[in-house]
Nanobody, 125 residues
């Protein structure tokens, strides 16, 4: 089992920045990829970004490319999501997820095995 705990959400104004953190614990040696998803009220959960544990390859949704940056600190088993130039449409609950399989589809929430409780990000206009 892997446990994931997110932090760093909050209420900001459009154009501001936030950094989300996701601390992983438990059987972290099995992790293949860590990802961030978000879900706004009344909408489906959507992919935001992911990073592969083994080679640090990163992936982004088109809506956040150039504004968000995912990174990881292997020594702390922690993944970060630096969010710049936040927009009201970025308002959502952000979830961290981890997957074990080397064949997992990092873009699909179905590819992940473990989920955190989420952290709320609210951007006012």
């Amino acid at each position: 089992q892997v446990q994931l705990v997110e932090s760093g959400g909050g209420l900001v104004q459009a154009g501001d920045s936030l950094r989300l953190s996701c601390a992983a614990s438990g059987r972290t040696f099995n992790i293949n990829s860590l990802g961030w998803f978000r879900q706004a009220p009344g909408k489906e959960r959507e992919f935001v970004s992911a990073i592969k544990w083994s080679d640090s390859n990163t992936y982004y949704a088109d809506s956040v490319k150039g504004r968000f940056t995912i990174s990881m600190d292997n020594t702390k088993n922690t993944v970060y999501l630096q969010m710049n130039s936040l927009k009201p449409e970025d308002t959502a609950r952000y979830y961290c997820a981890a997957g074990d399989s080397r064949w997992m589809n990092v873009f699909s929430f179905g590819g992940y095995d473990y989920w955190g409780q989420g952290t709320q990000v609210t951007t006012s206009s």
